[in-house]
């Protein structure tokens, strides 16, 4: 197996562990957590792929990776906001027993 | 043309304003409803007169046309026309209508329906007046209805009375028989004609050319078109003037109170159909160029004449009621004025109407104020002696009955008797009618006299003065007068039956065969000559022995020896009561009646009305059950087809969304791993179809 | 493949396990700011330094924090929750390791050339220039993304007066 798919294979089974987590925790914080994991396997793949792309001076991996590390900081504000938020409405942050909105 | 040709309208207009109004005023106005009537008669009588005066001045027919109906290209005209036909029965009808009206005040003073009764009247009498001055067969038509109506209301005056009733129901529904041929008659002659005007200035039906046409053409059996039409219009003279076999309804007719009886079944409308034929004699009588015998039409017309006069005059011997033995007389007084018109044309039996008129109308007074004075008794066997206490009524209705016996030279009656006797002798076709005519001039003077011996002489015999008393008789006004003495009428009910008496001396002078002036005027003739016709003083001669011996016989066998109990029976019935019940009973025609056209008709009805019934009611409920039926179809297929198929498809809709609705469990967790799956399968995807 | 790499790959994958099945979150917050750690090792590793500081600054320094903070803002008085894991948790567990599987296989499957040329480090000089030059506009995107999540986080979780209690 080479060094990429090495790197790969790493980035998929952060990627299903937090996605795992996620599909699978009651607390909403740990819920968002996960989500946070799968993006930084997102990012793991980013960088091996410019670590054994064509050439490193093209730097879009890292940029990339820079990008969407901000976002990802962005987005667990709001989302913890949003929980506490929550929070502050029904006392709870289980997410089994947030179902209000089912059809 | 003279005003009064135009405005001769007004004659029959004034009483029937008179009516309209009355009509309307409330039953306790009397005053004004009696006023209205004898004013409005009045001022027809006054214009009347005018009319007569115009006429004399100008014999020929002077009309007043104008169109009434268009319909395509054909137009109904009306009119009316001024000749001595008509101004001679303008001023007789007005003038005994006048004095009737004046009459009735007094008579009926004590009915409370006086404004009803007045109402009637003065409509009759402009419905009279109207069929007078007719210029068109179907004016005269209309106003022969209306006189028809009127007969009706006023025979069934007192309604309560079931047979007044039955009898105002038995004239209209005989007189409408005889109706249906003038019907038919009238239809005819315009589909012939092209007009129903009499007199249009050359175009009229009864002028030259129409009738030339209508004698030379023939129809069945020979019979000449004019002669057809006549003999289908004196089908309704028949009815209305009582001939033989429509005349059931004229002693049925008594019914009613005396003044109708005197106007109505005596004077005026009786003789509305005399007065038609000699309206249309021209067209009966015209024949065509080879012919000299008369025609069918008036030979037909003599032969009812004959059998009603001679069919009248034997009955009339039996009768008990008073007011029975004057109509069968009118009957046969009837068939003389037909007798006449057939065999000596419109002169001779107009001449016989006119002074009939005026003495019948006094003999129905006089028995009025007999009735009246009486309190009610209208059976001659019930009466006597009178003579001592209604003096002026006896000695008026002495005159009239020798008026109707054709006592010799005095009365009217003897001259215009003697007339159609003299006519009837010269008739070429045969001498029958003129024996039958005699004989039945010798059994009227005879009833006449029975009559008179009842009434007035011998003793008193009614109930409660009498001999012998009986129950009292429920006519007319027993309810307004105790059993009293019987006493003399009211000077208004006198005063018309002078008058009265008057005219029926002195109208029979204006015909004499000396001074001929009303045949003259009659026929269009200016001169006035004396007739010198042979055989002229026999017949007269003849004429007085008839009379004078009928009334000899007559006082033979009741006024010798006065009648002295009310069931006495009468000389005739002794000598021979099967003839008397015969005569009695009228030959049973009522009865055979009854059995034959009244039972066919009654049978008639209930068939209808079990078609009615059963099968068109049938027929209706049958439609409405398949209606219903349909209508529950209808609703089944409703409720449980369509309601059906939608409940189960919004069911299913229903259930579709309540599975879709299943999926969003609103669990954040559970949309996450459906993106899980996803991505799975795209992947999946994207490697297979890749790696192929 | 070095050892350094295997070491590395295995903390990671044993913290973040850890950290997605402990029960106190506590807990899985302090394990989860060690596998942020080492990936920012693996990242000076594969020659991203920038990178790798930043994850650290960023994850473990703000991220992890927060996470913290939240929790115990979110602490709730029945203290700590009735079950770690939800209803349905196997499904979820089994739609994870379907998704990892096939996300192996893809990677596995597919031939992949080693590394190639060498690797020069990128400087921070470099991303700041191209930062101002290429990625100028997802710069002016990423602050004022910035600056709304700010703003809608302290919206969002702001006490307002009727809701205190």
Known sequence: MTGLQAYLLLSSLLFAIGLAGALTRRNAILVLIGIELMLNAANINFIAFWHYGPATTYITGVMFAIFSISVAAAEAAVGLAIIVAAYRHSHTIDLDSMNSLKG | ?692 | ?165
């Open chain 3, 1 to 165: 493949m070095s050892i350094s790499f295997l070491i590395i790959a295995v903390l990671i994958v044993g913290s973040t396990a850890a950290a997605m099945g402990l029960r106190n979150p506590i807990h899985c917050v302090l394990t989860l700011s060690i596998t942020f750690g080492g990936i920012a090792a693996l990242f000076l590793q594969l020659g991203a330094e920038f990178v790798g500081l930043t994850q650290i600054m960023v994850y473990v320094g703000a991220v992890a924090i927060l996470a913290v903070f939240a929790i115990m803002m979110t602490q709730s008085r029945r203290g700590l929750m009735l079950g770690t894991f939800s209803r349905n948790a196997l499904v979820g567990l089994l739609t994870a390791v379907a998704v990892f599987s096939v996300l192996g296989w893809a990677v596995l499957s597919q031939p992949v050339a080693g590394v190639t040329a060498a690797v020069s480090p990128v400087s921070v000089q470099q991303i700041g220039s191209s930062l101002m030059h290429e990625y100028v506009l997802p710069l002016e995107l990423i602050g004022l993304l910035l600056t709304a999540a700010l703003i809608g986080a302290i919206v969002i979780a702001m006490e307002r007066k009727e809701d205190t209690e």
């Open chain 2, 1 to 692: 043309m003279t005003w009064i040709v135009r405005y001769v309208c007004l004659i029959p207009a004034l009483p029937m304003l008179a009516a309209g109004i009355s009509a309307l005023l409330p039953q306790r106005s009397r005053k004004p409803a009696a006023g209205l009537a004898i004013v409005s008669m009045a001022a027809s009588f006054a214009l009347a007169l005018c009319a007569f005066a115009a006429a004399l001045s100008n014999p020929s027919p002077q009309v007043f046309n104008f169109s009434w109906l268009q319909f395509g290209d054909q137009t109904l005209a009306l009119g009316w026309l001024l000749d001595p036909l008509t101004a001679v029965m303008l001023v007789m009808v007005t003038f005994v209508g006048l004095l009737i009206f004046i009459y009735s005040t007094g008579y009926m003073e004590h009915d409370e329906n006086f404004t009803r009764f007045f109402c009637f009247l003065a409509l009759f009498a402009g419905g009279m007046l109207g069929v007078i001055i007719a210029n068109s067969l179907l004016l005269l038509f209309m106003c022969w209805e209306i006189v028809g109506l009127t007969s009706y209301l006023l025979i069934g005056f007192w309604y309560q009375n079931p047979r007044a009733a039955a009898a105002a129901k038995k004239a209209f529904i005989t007189t409408r028989i005889g109706d249906l041929g003038f019907l038919i008659g009238m239809v005819w002659l315009y589909a012939q004609a092209h007009t129903l005007l009499f007199y249009d200035s050359g175009r009229g039906a009864l002028e030259a050319g129409a009738v030339s046409h209508l004698a030379v053409t023939t129809t069945i059996y020979g019979l000449t078109l004019s002669s057809a039409i006549g003999l289908l219009i004196f089908c309704g003279a028949m009815g209305k003037s009582g001939q033989v076999p429509l005349h059931v309804w004229l002693p049925d007719a008594m019914e009613g109170p005396t003044p109708v009886s005197a106007l109505i079944h005596a004077a005026t409308m009786v003789a509305a159909g005399v007065f038609l034929i000699a309206r249309i004699y021209p067209l009966m009588s015209a024949h065509g160029v080879e012919v000299v015998t008369p025609t069918i039409a008036l030979q037909v017309v003599t032969w009812v004449g004959a059998i009603t006069a001679l069919f009248g005059a034997t009955v009339a011997v039996a009768q008990w009621d008073i007011k029975r033995i004057l109509a069968y007389s009118t009957v046969s007084q009837l068939g003389y004025m037909m007798i006449g018109l057939g065999v000596g044309g419109p002169a001779v039996g107009m001449f016989h109407l006119i002074t009939h008129a005026f003495f019948k109308a006094l003999l129905f007074l006089g028995a009025g104020s007999v009735i009246h004075g009486c309190s009610g008794e209208q059976d001659i066997r019930r009466m006597g002696g009178l003579r001592k206490y209604m003096p002026l009524t006896f000695l008026t209705y002495g005159i009239g009955m020798l008026a109707l016996s054709g006592f010799p030279l005095v009365v009217s009656g003897f001259w215009s008797k003697d007339a159609i006797l003299y006519s009837a002798h010269h008739w070429s076709v045969s001498q029958l009618p003129f024996y039958i005519a005699s004989l039945g001039a010798l059994l009227t003077a005879f009833y006449m006299t029975r009559q008179v011996c009842y009434v007035f002489f011998g003793t008193l015999r009614l109930p409660g003065h009498g001999p012998v008393s009986h129950s009292e008789p429920d006519s007319e006004d027993t309810r307004h007068h105790g059993a009293g003495h019987p006493h003399e009428s009211p000077a208004v009910m006198t005063a018309p039956l002078a008058i009265l008496a008057f005219f029926a001396f002195a109208l029979g002078f204006l015909g004499t065969p000396l001074w001929p002036w009303f045949q003259s005027f009659l026929n269009g003739d200016h001169s006035v000559a004396a007739e010198h016709e042979p055989g002229l003083v026999a017949t007269m001669a003849a004429s007085s022995v008839i009379a004078l011996l009928g009334i000899f016989l007559g006082w033979l066998l009741y006024g010798r020896q006065s009648i002295a109990t009310c069931e006495a029976p009468d000389v005739l019935e002794r000598a021979q009561p099967q003839t008397f019940r015969v005569l009695h009973q009228a030959y049973f025609i009522d009865a055979i009646y009854d059995a034959t056209f009244v039972r066919l008709t009654r049978w008639t009805a209930k068939l209808a009305d079990l078609l009615d019934r059963f099968l068109f009611h049938g027929i209706v409920q049958a439609i409405s059950f398949g209606v219903l039926g349909l209508a529950w179809v209808d609703s089944f297929v409703d409720n449980y087809v369509v309601n059906f198929g939608f409940d189960s498809s919004w069911r299913s809709i229903s259930m579709g969304g309540r599975a879709m609705a299943a999926l969003q469990g609103g669990r954040v967790q559970a949309y996450l791993r459906y993106i899980g799956l996803a991505l799975v399968a795209l992947v999946l995807y994207l490697l297979w179809g890749v790696a192929r």
